[in-house]
T-cell receptor, first 113, second 112 residues
């Protein structure tokens, strides 16, 4: 079974703090994704990575950066957290980029006060 | 502009009956469609998919129908069970593009 784990299930941070969200997958997948999920908006892609040290912007990259130093690990960084970044953050991985199911972690519920 | 729309935020169905969840899309270049199921406090899990070369795909109690001319797909669950209560997301992609485009989700409630 594919396992995608995320470092925290719940996180509370203050405005202006630097926030790290980490994601690890154990299936040797090439591709990893970060989404945020907000009510009524579905899942929106923040960034994805198709290889170590490679990254591409998704639909809403502003205010976020990512890091992929190892194949199994993909980190999302909020350089200076703001209240409008309060959301559910979901990490996913997949074997192929297109037409392939993505496997998701349990999510991190981030609250920025 | 939402390219994938799930117009029903919620749906309530009696246990044992058929649940029909609908999804509309606007981009005629989409050629692969997926349904995911999400329980609270868990990530989405893949349920079933369909390629645009087909109009139906079945997997146990779950069947997805694709109407390309109407740009519409639907997920049928028969019979509905209490464990089916969850949020269902429809997603679409083009074969030339990595990205999955997601609908807003429909919350399915199965009543005993």
């Amino acid at each position: 079974d594919v396992k995608v784990t995320q470092s925290s299930r719940y996180l509370v941070k203050r405005t202006g703090e630097k926030v790290f969200l980490e994601c690890v997958q154990d299936m040797d997948h090439e591709n990893m994704f970060w989404y945020r999920q907000d009510p009524g908006l579905g899942l929106r892609l923040i960034y994805f990575s198709y290889d170590v040290k490679m990254k591409e912007k998704g639909d809403i990259p502003e205010g976020y950066s990512v890091s992929r130093e190892k194949k199994e690990r993909f980190s999302l960084i909020l350089e200076s957290a703001s209240t409008n970044q309060t959301s559910m953050y979901l990490c996913a991985s997949s074997l192929q980029l297109a037409r392939n199911e993505q496997f998701f972690g349990p999510g991190t519920r981030l609250t920025v006060l | 502009d939402q390219q994938v729309k799930q117009n029903s935020p919620s749906l309530s169905v009696q246990e044992g009956r058929i649940s029909i969840l609908n999804c509309d899309y606007t981009n005629s270049m989409f050629d692969y469609f997926l349904w995911y199921k999400k329980y609270p406090a868990e990530g989405p899990t893949f349920l079933i998919s369909i390629s645009s070369i087909k109009d139906k795909n079945e997997d146990g109690r779950f069947t997805v129908f694709l109407n390309k001319s109407a740009k519409h797909l639907s997920l049928h669950i028969v019979p509905s069970q209490p464990g089916d209560s969850a949020v269902y997301f429809c997603a679409a992609s083009e074969s030339s593009n990595y990205q999955l485009i997601w609908g807003a989700g429909t919350k399915l409630i199965i009543k005993p």
